[in-house]
């Protein structure tokens, strides 16, 4: 099969096309011709570092869609159309076939296409477990969604408004019209913006009763101010400083959200409701409700470029390479 090669780690801007050896599943697999892959910056951000468990050449992407080609020991049946959030200590998706754990893959609705699919997994996963698996999202009227142009925060923006939410979100000035467009009610410049005064003049002292934080450790440390009492934050990208407030005040809650633990962990029913999470967003986007924020489309060959845009952080929305036609 043709595949787009990682032959050593940090070596990821100059991945090629070639021939590589096509996966053999195990037990608990299904084989998936891959019709579409998502980027994401996890991609990089691994391959920069490596992983342990790789064997090199690598095969990099989490984010697949295609149809089933064996479906082993599964209930899928071949030509089943399906997605699935890969396990990223294993070969993945940037290949013309790849192996998947069947318990964590979702069966793709006709209305949905391939591309729309494969935009959902890592970072729509990541936001709905963030939303609905994390917070008491029940208890929660607002919520301060950080780099909303991006695309966890695009996804739990419209994820956030769905069930009813007050939201607030932070985004370069140029794309405050594309993050409102989302459903953010309020969009703050972080660059020039006080983003604390402003949260907490619009909350009327109070502050939001939760943040998720797609940032960074320092971001979602100086966030913690932006907490109303007994309020939650929920962070991916490094947790905050948990000595800023101190115990007997704020009561503030912490929440990781990590959602590749679901297989390193080993956990069989944390994989499994990967599947169930991307049903219900597979659903929604079916019925028109949630956007799969696809900004563009490119090739297989195109993707190590696409990368290096990702890496400079200043794509809004999803990247998807088309892989079959």
Known sequence: ????????????????????????????????????????PVDYKTATNGNPNWKYPHILGLDVAGTVADPGNSSFKKGDRVVYHGDLTK???????????????????????????????????TAYQALHRKLPFDQISTILIHAGAGGVGGFAIQLAKLAGKTVFSTASKHNHEYVKLLGADYVLDYREQDVKAEILMLTNGKGVDAVLDTVSRQNATDSLDMLAFMGHIAYIAGAPDFTKIPGFTKVVSYHEVALAAAYTANDKDAVKDLSVIGSDMLRLCAEGKLNPMIAETITLDEVPEALIRLSDRHVKGKIIAKIKN
């Open 1 to 40: 099969m043709k595949a787009l090669l990682l032959k050593e780690k940090n070596q990821w801007q100059n991945m090629k096309v070639e021939e590589a050896r096509g996966p053999s599943i195990q037990e608990d697999e299904i084989l998936v011709e891959v019709h579409a892959a998502g980027l994401n």
């Open 91 to 125: 070969k993945g998706g940037y290949a013309e076939f790849a192996a998947a754990k069947a318990d964590a893959v979702s069966l793709i609705p006709d209305r949905v296409s391939f591309e729309e699919a494969a935009a959902l997994p890592t970072a729509g996963y």
